[in-house]
């Protein structure tokens, strides 16, 4: 199932985020965290959940009625392969069908394995 994010969720984001390792640490560090979990807050944010339990998520901004932006897409590791991502995209892009949807990656591969154009330096969801 994948819904929108509620403030209630944070613990269990932040153990996602965090069995990402230090590559993630400044969203769940000092006062990354609490920056961070104010951002998921006022950003568009989809978690997916498997048997109860919180297993991805994408975050996403608004331009301000231009583009949207998908800042951050995560799935444990031992639920990657399953499509999941792919899900999660899927949501933001059904909520925004009459707008341009961007990627800002740091895992390109991901995004050039699921088809997506890249234009410059950010993938264009089609």
């Keep these: 199932m994948i819904r929108r994010y509620i403030e209630n969720d944070a613990l269990e984001m932040m153990e996602l985020i965090e069995s990402e390792g230090e590559e993630w640490s400044s969203y769940y560090k000092g006062d990354?965290?609490?920056k961070y979990l104010d951002s998921l807050k006022n950003s568009i944010t989809f978690v997916k959940v498997k048997n109860e339990m919180i297993?991805?998520?994408?975050?996403?901004?608004?331009?301000?009625?231009?583009?949207?932006?998908?800042c951050d897409l995560l799935v444990f590791k031992k639920e990657r392969g399953n499509?999941?991502?792919?899900?999660?995209?899927?949501?933001?892009?059904?909520?925004?069908?009459d707008r341009d949807i961007y990627?800002?990656?740091?895992?390109?591969?991901?995004?050039?394995?699921?088809g997506y154009q890249k234009i410059g330096s950010i993938f264009e969801i089609k």
């Design 83 to 97: 499509h999941y991502g792919h899900e999660l995209i899927e949501a933001v892009k059904n909520l925004f069908l």
């Design 55 to 70: 297993i991805g998520y994408v975050r996403a901004i608004d331009d301000h009625g231009f583009d949207i932006y998908i």
């Design 32 to 34: 990354g965290k609490k």
């Design 103 to 114: 990627v800002m990656s740091d895992v390109d591969s991901y995004y050039i394995k699921e």
